[in-house]
């Protein structure tokens, strides 16, 4: 067990290491879905903001009502724009990390395979070294009834 004290530890540390990527996973998928609720938003003022244009009759406004009016159109739309990139950026950043987090997982299913193949050599080693006694003990008790029979005592 000794020997295995160093592959137990870095299993250990290998497993704080993916859970600790999971927990990041996690913050950036949040971030997603926090920038994807921030462009629902942009898109639905902007819908109703036209709707509301839509309504008010734009035949009536003033020249300088309606300047101002697509003005602030073109602004929300490059507000959109930028959420759009905002989201690319969110959704590369899950890729990377869940990327990271599938590394971790590998590098910690090949430490407990090296755990288990050690520690199926240890029991193998251990059952060998119990197959040795029980053969010398057989053999030693042999010996005994070969000299009992040879003195002529019975056992």
Same mark, same amino acid.
Request: aromatic share 4%; hydrophobic share 45%; glycine share 4%.
């Given at each position: 067990m000794a020997d295995l004290r160093g592959i137990l530890l870095a299993i250990d540390l290998a497993t704080r290491q993916r859970d600790e990527y999971a927990k990041t996973v996690a913050r950036a998928q949040r971030t997603v879905l926090h920038a994807q609720s921030q462009m629902d938003a942009l #898109? /639905?003022?902007? /819908?109703? #903001? %036209? =709707?509301?244009? +839509? /309504? *008010? /009759? *734009? &035949?009536? +406004? &003033?020249?300088?009502?309606?300047?101002?009016?697509?003005?602030?159109? %073109?602004? @929300?739309?490059a507000a959109i724009a930028l959420q759009t990139q905002a989201i690319a950026? *969110? $959704?590369r950043q899950v890729e990377l990390v869940t990327k990271t987090l599938l590394q971790a997982e590998h590098r910690l299913a090949g430490l407990k395979q090296v @755990? *288990?193949?050690? =520690?199926?050599?240890? @029991?193998? $080693? =251990? $059952? +060998?070294?119990? =197959?040795? +006694?029980?053969?010398?003990?057989a053999s030693i008790m042999h010996a005994r009834r070969q000299a009992a029979s040879l003195i002529g005592e019975s056992p």
């Amino acid at each position: 067990m000794a020997d295995l004290r160093g592959i137990l530890l870095a299993i250990d540390l290998a497993t704080r290491q993916r859970d600790e990527y999971a927990k990041t996973v996690a913050r950036a998928q949040r971030t997603v879905l926090h920038a994807q609720s921030q462009m629902d938003a942009l #898109t /639905g003022y902007a /819908g109703e #903001t %036209d =709707q509301r244009w +839509l /309504g *008010a /009759g *734009a &035949s009536q +406004l &003033s020249v300088e009502l309606m300047r101002h009016h697509y003005q602030f159109m %073109d602004r @929300l739309q490059a507000a959109i724009a930028l959420q759009t990139q905002a989201i690319a950026n *969110a $959704q590369r950043q899950v890729e990377l990390v869940t990327k990271t987090l599938l590394q971790a997982e590998h590098r910690l299913a090949g430490l407990k395979q090296v @755990l *288990a193949s050690r =520690q199926l050599t240890a @029991l193998k $080693q =251990q $059952q +060998l070294r119990e =197959q040795r +006694l029980t053969d010398e003990m057989a053999s030693i008790m042999h010996a005994r009834r070969q000299a009992a029979s040879l003195i002529g005592e019975s056992p």
